[in-house]
Each structure stands twice: as C-alpha cells, then as structure tokens.
C-alpha cells in the first residue's frame, strides 16, 4: 500500500520535467480546458487568505495571485516546493511555499484560511480523508474548499469513446470502477516535442468512487454547494482534437464544499 513517503518519491523525481513541462505550455489540457473552467468555478478569491493544497510546482498558485488572493501553497514533494520557491524569488507575488502533506496542516493554526483551493492533486494523496479534515480544521467558519480531480466515473485508463461509421459515440469500459487499489500511471503531456528532456512522469493514483469522493466531506464537516463537470468549447477542441471525446463525457469533476459557519 502506498503512503505519504512513496507518494512525495514519486513527485521528486517528477518534479523537474513537470515544471518544464508545465512552464512551457505543453499541458494544453490545463490552458485550453482545466484551466478556464476551473477559476471560472473557483469565482473570484481577491483579497482572501487562501490555501493551495497540492501546489506542485506553483503554477496555478502563480494564477491565483495575480488574480488578487494571497497565497500559501503546500506540496508534499520537497522538489516542487524549491522549484515553487525559485519561481517566487525571481518573480516575487507574495506567495508563502511550505512543505506539508494535505494530511497534516500542522504548521497552520485552527481557522487560518478564508478558502482552500486544489488543483488536480486531491486523487494522489494517500490519506484523502485525512486531507479533508485537516482542510476543514484550518478553515475559516463559512469558508469554502474548492478542488478538481480526474472524473471518477470517465476518466481512468479503461475508458473508450468509439464512433461508428453514421458518427454515432458509445462508451466503453475495461475497469473494476469499484476497485480502490491504489495503481502509478506512466505518462508525458501529449504536446511535449519528440526529444525534449525528461522521461515520462510515473504518478500515483489512489482510485475512488464518486460516493468515495463526496462522503467524507460531509465527515469532516464540509457541506457540498457545488459540483461542476466541464466541457471543452468547440474552439478549444479544435485547437487540441484530443480534447474532442471529453464533449462527450466528463474528465474532469469539481465540488466546492463550505464549513458550517
């Protein structure tokens, strides 16, 4: 069984081509979809006091800066946060970087944070149970905890949208959607050129069902007001065809959660 310590590994080796992957725009999932859709659910978090849990190398933690949040970013890889760190010191946006796993917030005090947001990090912690409470302890009453992950229901490796020849679509699935073993998938972001440096990221994946997502954070004293399941625009799809299938059945799912005030 994985834990934190294998998971941490896993992202320090990871952490080098991830940043120069993500910082040269090769995750086109993130710019032309995720991205978008994800702040747009977000709204606006100017002037709060918010926590990015699972920061990775900090570019999302970057984006909400600017938009006028102050920031504190967690990872539990120690690569990412010194990548996180150098980024800040060259381009300083007031961003506070700490390492802590999203299971032990420890270094933060009861009701710290106006918000909590994460960014397609909350299915690669061991402890998501943890994770939550631990959100919970260190937000503020009424605030709310906003995340994106891998759609539990479409977006695992056994997943096939097939068209017939009168461009009619049927969905296919090869998985136990039940299974909660823990699995590493292996891949590079489609749009990284053929010879840039770094091998293929191996990622940690914890797999839950939808109820196995939503439940806990009723457990932790979260009350879920929002779920949302984006779609790619037309343009987007044309711009990146991968993107194409996801028209069609959700990648992505985002809950936003709000501690009882």
Known sequence: MMDDDDVA???????P??????RKGYDTYRHLFNNPAFFEFCGSLAGLDVLDVGCGEGYNTRLHARRG???TGVDISAEMIRLAREQEEAEPL?????????SDLSLFEDERFDAAVSTMAMMDMADYEGALREIARVLKRGGAFVFSICHPCFSFG???VEGDADG???LRLSVDYFSNEPTVETWRFGQAP???PGGPFQVPRFLRTLSGYLNPLAAAGLRVVEVGEPRPTEDAARQDPRLDKWRYVPVFLYVRAVKAP
């Open 9 to 15: 590994r896993f992202w320090d080796a990871n952490a």
């Open 17 to 22: 081509t991830w940043a120069n992957d993500v």
């Open 69 to 71: 949040a102050r920031v």
């Open 94 to 102: 007031g961003i506070r970087f700490a390492l802590a796993s999203g």
């Open 158 to 160: 056994g997943l096939r």
């Open 168 to 170: 009619r679509l049927s």
């Open 194 to 196: 053929a010879g840039e």
